[in-house]
């Protein structure tokens, strides 16, 4: 009997977090630059960001403050049949009954660390939010792109989100999860990182969307012990207006976890923070557009495989 096909995804969509204290929460998701979309309960609600994604974080209440998954858009209710029919653990097609933009939606968990892993169809589309955003042109030493009497000028605010770039997780058997993934969806490897024995440790996977320019990455995972998720990415406007969200962000009192630096790998300016319950969470501008076509690269991990400029590695980042 043949396999089923591979599910097609489309695009990252959203994520679920647990958190103990929803007071805090709310204060971080709001000082992050989340913007709330749908409190169901004051228990369970909806964030959005600018973009047309109708929620890209819920905040759920709960007795213990854990990582629920991220959500990816499928291309058919027919991806969703054959991910409740060949995907471990996989629920039967359900109504988002609850969710901004509706849909439905099928969960299966992680083969390795049992994570859930959301996938979702029929969702409809928000109206991009209006939020001034800088759109100046840039002066260079000999190339003057702004014209004479028109000036930056910007207000102290937090790093407004626009969507959800990628998540990553610390897998505890990377072949196992290699294989699992790359044959059951459209995954590619943009990048391979292997250590010193040239055995693959971390891969940062691209979607297959053809001809279609996609982010460098959508989901990451690297091999250790034991599993956890390692950090939430959300896109921001620019340079200017993810250091103003760091300042927002340092001013109140938050952790910084690591940035602002430029990786190597997606060419993303990076800003990473701890929220009140521990979670990473990151604002990236300028990340690398791939296709299909690009090839994998692969490297070895070293001191210099994550950031060209910007503050050291934080020891904590890595463990």
Known sequence: MAAPRKIQLVRIAHVYYKYTDMDKAITFLKDFG?????????????WRGYGKEPWVLCAIKADKAEFGGAGFVVESEEDLQIASETLPKATKIYELTDAPGGGKGVTFYDPVDGFPFHLVYGQTPAEMLEIPLPHEPVNYPTEKNRPAGRFQRFEKRPAPVHKLGHFGVRSTNFAKAYKFYCDHFNFIASDLIHDAEKIDRTVFYRLDRGDEPVDHHVFF???GQPYRVHHSSFETHDFDTQVLGHDWLRERGYKNCWGVGRHVLGSQIFDYWYDP?????????????VTASEPTHRSQAGPGSLHVWGPDVPGDFLD
């Open 277 to 289: 319950h521990g979670f990473i969470m990151e604002h990236y501008v300028d990340g690398d557009l």
């Open 34 to 46: 989340f913007t709330e979309e749908k409190r169901v309960s004051d228990d369970k609600i909806y």
């Open 221 to 223: 995972f690297a091999e």
